[in-house]
């Protein structure tokens, strides 16, 4: 996934100072258009209205994981790549989250200065 080619990002997770802080980031340094959401249902709805080019999800959120809303995109027949930012720095955990379909793992905590490159770089 080339940086050039991202352009719309969803972000759910249901840390607001999280949200802003990598709004904040990606939309400064990217130029990047980014919706974020606390609740995963919200986010499934705009994802179904409007197909964005990149999707951040945080691993462990109260009302829905992250692996149960990637089912739900992928049960939508969407090809967009899937990212996960977590906590989980276990080996099995990560190899877990990337065999459910996860196109990438960021492990917390997240250097912002690098997140760019993380993100959107392959």
């Given at each position: 996934?080339?940086?050039?080619?991202?352009?719309?990002?969803?972000?759910?997770?249901?840390?607001?100072?999280?949200?802003?802080?990598?709004?904040?980031?990606?939309?400064?340094?990217?130029?990047?258009?980014?919706?974020?959401?606390?609740?995963?249902?919200?986010?499934?709805?705009?994802?179904?209205?409007?197909?964005?080019?990149?999707?951040?999800?945080?691993?462990?959120?109260?009302?829905?994981?992250?692996?149960?809303?990637?089912?739900?995109?992928?049960?939508?027949?969407?090809?967009?790549?899937?990212i996960?930012?977590t906590?989980?720095?276990?080996?099995?955990?990560i190899?877990?989250?990337?065999?459910?379909?996860?196109?990438?793992?960021?492990?917390?905590?997240?250097d912002?200065?690098?997140?760019?490159?993380?993100?959107?770089?392959?």
């Open positions: 996934m080339r940086s050039e080619s991202v352009k719309r990002v969803i972000y759910v997770d249901d840390d607001e100072d999280m949200l802003l802080l990598i709004k904040a980031v990606l939309e400064q340094d990217s130029g990047l258009e980014v919706n974020t959401f606390t609740s995963p249902i919200h986010a499934l709805a705009e994802i179904s209205a409007k197909t964005p080019d990149l999707i951040i999800l945080d691993y462990q959120i109260p009302e829905m994981n992250g692996t149960q809303i990637m089912a739900r995109i992928h049960e939508m027949n969407l090809d967009v790549p899937i996960f930012f906590a989980q720095s276990a080996p099995e955990e190899n877990k989250i990337q065999s459910l379909g996860a196109s990438k793992v960021i492990v917390k905590p997240i912002i200065s690098k997140l760019h490159e993380k993100l959107l770089m392959t």
